[in-house]
């Protein structure tokens, strides 16, 4: 094992210990983050929880507001297409403008309804409820966010 990696688990492990959580007095459980890190070819997978009270967990998917990428909506799994900061659940500025629009919309129709990840023409950036498929779920997600920017976001 080279040193970089040695290094980093012992990092690691030290982060792991001082991110762990309890449910007493008002904390929850579940505020997971997790990275992927590569060192000399290898890939080192970090988990961690951190707890905070129900009150800094505005939206109660257990990631706490100062980690989510969409505090006032729920998206445990925080995913983040464009990697913009803002999850997708709470996120249909397609192009990147600062406001869900005519263009969103455009963009939105151009991926067939009900494609599926691995077929051709699905986009995950369009995938508003995280499902893996472009359903009618998102489309009334999209049509709920017309008008608003993205987010907000804790991050």
């Not at 990275?35 to 990631?63: L, P, Y």
């Amino acid at each position: 094992m080279s040193k970089a990696i040695v290094t980093m688990v012992g990092i690691l492990a030290a982060v792991l210990l001082a991110g762990s959580a309890s449910a007493e007095d008002g904390e929850i459980e579940g505020t997971t983050i997790q990275s992927i890190a590569e060192m000399d070819g290898h890939f080192v997978s970090v988990t961690t929880t951190v707890g905070c009270s129900r009150e800094e967990d505005s939206d109660g998917d257990s990631v706490c507001d100062n980690y989510d990428n969409c505090t006032e909506i729920p998206n445990p799994s925080q995913n983040d297409t464009d990697r913009d900061g803002y999850g997708n659940v709470c996120n249909a500025d397609f192009n990147n403008d600062g406001a869900v629009g005519v263009a969103d919309r455009g963009f939105l129709e151009q991926v067939p309804l009900f494609s599926r990840v691995g077929e051709q023409g699905y986009r995950a950036l369009v995938d508003l409820d995280n499902s893996g498929s472009i359903t009618m779920k998102g489309h009334v997600i999209f049509q709920s966010l017309v008008g608003t920017a993205p987010g907000p976001s804790g991050r």
